[in-house]
């Protein structure tokens, strides 16, 4: 430190002989050199001089009057709201409200300590702001490293894809070409034929003409009036290609060639999707209710709800919970097969590993219904609440919490470890205000309902802020295989569907309508089940076509 400060010292030069500086006047501002602070000394000022060693110049924690410099501050002049010396004291300020300079100093210290403490407590959230950014700079290379992998073997597939359809559609005109050559040769034959049919009548003809042979001529006549003029001829034409775009956001464009023949040849590569037929399925313009189950959750007294949430097994079966501590197992028919005791109401649900998980939102817990129907409690949250819960494709669980003010998304392993928090956008600005329901898409982006901000609020796996959607009282959210973001509108009584990339599609308002939609779950064979709230009724709704 010692050798720094000397360093910083020799840099500066005395102001009256460019020499290393050795001392500071600090009456006067000026730097000075050894041999220099007896000339200095001898110059008169009417402020007198301080000469101290050059590095400490600013230790000088005393306070010197503005209108005499020479003196220490020994008051405060209340009129002013200045400090001022003992011959200001008599003086100028003579007739003022003065107070003793310490008090003065104690209430600015105060204010002082006051906003220092403001500001040190604000440096835990910097902090985890810091901490945050941090994270995001040291993922952001493996993320996008991660796209563009994604990217390349999406690219790859498609090259792929379109090297075979390349090679079955040139297979294709090979075989129109030979089956249009035999034809076309076959067609070639035939005019020939008839060709040397008309020459035999006008070689015939032209003999009659100078011949007398009345029974000759006779016999010919039927002849050449039963041979009859070519009234249509079959035009043929070659292959022409043409493009139809599917559906843009999957880029599935396919191809064909149509052959103007007698009989119509086309080749589409639409087979050729048959991975991926669900994208270029149709949103059925009245979507229809092929089934109804009556839960028969009581109405709360406090609001008159009765059905909450659902979730959908392996099976094809819903679990459903509503009001009463309990959950209740349901087949498409609608069915009760099942009903285990919980320790809430059913809310918050979600399947995982094949079993039914929900949030305990009084005790704070997430808990799973084991085979033998016994609550088992997975991990808690602290001193969070938690609401939504929804597994993910990594084999963890996604979980909206909620504090005080604040709400988070939590990743968290089988056993409680918290792998993963997302509360802030890239600006440090919180992403929630009330997370409620949570839903994780096929491309990794983990989605929320927020009940205070009345929008849905979509993130990368990363926590990056993607999209948001509003407008829309929205409660449960779930997607489908394709990616169709699907959020219940339970005051506008419809159900908005949206793209994966937060697009608006269309709404899902089947016959007969839905009141106070809540729990949503997807049932595949483009079919949902919808719990109404109020009614307690669960729907079952094809949206999509065949």
């Not at 001529?217 to 009234?231: A, E, G, H, S």
């Amino acid at each position: 430190m010692m050798e720094s400060r000397n360093e910083a010292q020799h840099s500066v030069e005395c102001d009256l002989c460019q020499q290393p500086v050795s001392f500071f006047c600090r009456r006067c501002g000026v730097n000075l050199c050894d041999p220099c602070v007896t000339i200095h000394l001898r110059v008169k000022s009417k402020n007198g001089h301080y000469i101290v060693d050059y590095t400490s110049k600013d230790d000088d924690d005393t306070c010197h009057c503005d209108s005499h410099p020479q003196n220490d501050c020994s008051a405060y002049c209340k009129t002013c709201d200045a400090p001022i010396c003992i011959l200001c004291v008599s003086i100028k300020h003579k007739s003022h409200e003065m107070s003793e300079l310490s008090d003065k100093i104690e209430e600015l210290l105060k204010v002082i300590a006051k906003e220092n403490d403001r500001l040190q407590s604000s440096k835990n959230e910097l902090e985890k702001f810091l901490e945050h950014t941090t994270n995001m700079l040291s993922s952001i290379s493996s993320f996008y490293k991660q796209r563009k992998d994604e990217v390349t073997a999406h690219g790859e597939k498609w090259h792929k894809l379109i090297e075979e359809t390349v090679k079955k559609l040139h297979q294709e005109l090979d075989d129109m070409q030979k089956e249009h050559e035999a034809v076309l040769q076959k067609q070639k034959k035939e005019f020939e034929k008839m060709i040397g049919k008309v020459n035999e009548m006008n070689g015939k003809t032209i003999k009659l003409q100078k011949s007398k042979n009345v029974k000759e001529m006779q016999t010919f006549v039927p002849v050449i009036q039963n041979r009859k003029n070519l009234n249509e001829v079959s035009q043929y034409s070659f292959p022409t290609l043409y493009e139809c775009k599917i559906d843009p956001n999957y880029l599935q464009t396919y191809f064909g060639y149509v052959e103007k023949m007698q009989v119509k040849k086309t080749s589409l590569l639409e087979n050729e999707f048959k991975d991926n037929d669900l994208p270029g399925r149709r949103i059925l313009e009245v979507p229809t209710v092929t089934s109804v189950i009556d839960t028969g959750f009581p109405a709360s007294k406090k609001y008159n709800t009765r059905l909450y949430d659902m979730a959908v097994t392996d099976d094809n079966k819903v679990w459903m919970g509503g009001t009463s501590y309990e959950l209740k197992l349901f087949d498409l028919q609608g069915h009760l097969h099942h009903t285990v005791s919980i320790t809430t109401h059913g809310m918050y649900l979600c399947m995982y590993n094949k079993q039914v998980v929900y949030s305990d939102t009084s005790q704070k817990t997430v808990r799973m219904i084991s085979d033998t129907d016994t609550v088992v409690t997975m991990f808690t949250t602290g001193d969070w609440v938690p609401y939504g819960v929804t597994s993910a494709a990594s084999g963890d669980l996604l979980v909206c919490l909620r504090k005080d003010d604040q709400s988070k998304v939590v990743r968290y392993s089988s056993t409680g470890t918290v792998l993963q928090e997302i509360q802030y956008d890239s600006q440090c600005q919180p992403l929630y205000k009330n997370a409620v329901y949570i839903t994780e898409n096929v491309n990794g982006d983990i989605i929320v309902t927020d009940f205070e901000k009345n929008v849905v609020i979509a993130v990368d796996r990363l926590g990056i802020f993607r999209y948001s959607y509003s407008g829309v009282a929205g409660f449960t959210v779930t997607t489908d295989s394709t990616g169709h973001v699907i959020v219940t509108d339970y005051h506008g009584d419809k159900i908005p569907m949206l793209d994966r990339d937060g697009r608006f599609l269309r709404y899902i308002i089947p016959e007969g309508r839905i009141k106070y939609p809540r729990g949503v779950c997807i049932l595949g064979d483009g079919e949902m089940m919808v719990g109404e709230c109020k009614t307690g009724i669960a729907k079952r709704i094809k949206y999509l076509d065949e």
